[in-house]
């Protein structure tokens, strides 16, 4: 599969006919180098460009805060926005931040790991870049909650808000100083104070 740069008229969304295996996608997805792909539940195939400057900063404290509240009990898996999950609807996703908790790795093999997984995170943060489309955004909160994820944060640095997901009950925002992990990730705490200082100079 050829690679190619970014520009004002390059596609960011392809359906293949027919379409990719699962393993001509993982492929596909090694050999790429200006795209994050994933792939819908639907067969689109996405392609994200690399993130800003700004968004960039932000997914690094993101990531930071996650790992840091791991080093607490290191009890499962963080995974940052280069790692793709396939998820029972045969989706693939990748992403900003995710947590896995021990019992879904319980008795996974390495090769288990070393493609996209075939699991959901049990928590998944998404944080918003200027390009992202907020409806497709909140349709992504979603499907991850539908293959399983027990929480999910959809992080608007626009507005300074979050929203939260979880099953069985409406999105929530919140807004203020900080927001607080509850289920599979209880006792992590995000500063959303210090994460918008991420999108100052």
Known sequence: MPTFPVDAETP???????????AEFEAM????????LERT??????????????TSSANARINFKLYSWWETHQRGKVYDSSGGFHLADTSILNPDSAYVGPAKLKGL??????????????????LLSESDSVPKAKQKMER??????????????????????????KPSIVRGK??????????FILDLEELWRCYEI
């Open 12 to 22: 960011r969304s392809l359906i293949v006919n027919p379409p990719l295996t699962d």
């Open 109 to 126: 093999k390495k090769d288990s790991l070393t493609g996209f997984p075939r699991l959901c995170p049990d928590f998944v943060i998404e």
């Open 144 to 169: 991850w909650i539908e293959n399983g994820a027990g929480l999910g944060s959809l992080i608007d640095p626009h507005k300074k808000q979050v929203h939260v997901y979880a099953p069985g009950r």
């Open 178 to 187: 900080a927001v607080e992990g509850s289920g599979p990730v209880a006792g």
């Open 29 to 36: 997805c090694a050999a790429e180098e200006w795209f994050r």
């Open 41 to 54: 539940r639907e067969g689109e195939i996405l392609m994200n460009p690399p993130a800003g400057g700004f």
